[in-house]
């Protein structure tokens, strides 16, 4: 079984759809005029929390200027409510 680090990592480097990895480092370069001093994380987003949770939530293209942004998941905008 992999661990979870080397999962991560597979997930922050992965470039599958080429389109979105475009668009992720467009927004992290072409910031918002509200987040314009802010640095992005700019890169696919891996999960977190308890591994053996019994429920798991998918997150598909994290919010630019949330998860892009913040560099988790469901941060720093209105996804995580």
Do not use: Q, W
């Not at 370069?29 to 929390?49: A, C, I, Q, T």
């Not at 053996?52 to 720093?76: D, E, Q, S």
């Amino acid at each position: 079984m992999e661990s979870i680090e080397s999962l991560n990592k597979k997930i922050v480097s992965c470039k599958k759809c080429p389109r979105l990895a475009v668009y992720i480092r467009d927004v992290a370069k072409n910031k918002v005029r509200r987040f314009k001093d802010e640095n992005y994380y700019g890169k696919p987003l891996s999960g977190f929390g308890d591994v053996n949770a019994k429920l798991l939530i998918v997150g598909l293209a994290p919010a630019a200027h949330g998860g892009n942004r913040t560099g988790r998941m469901f941060t720093g905008d209105s996804s995580g409510d």
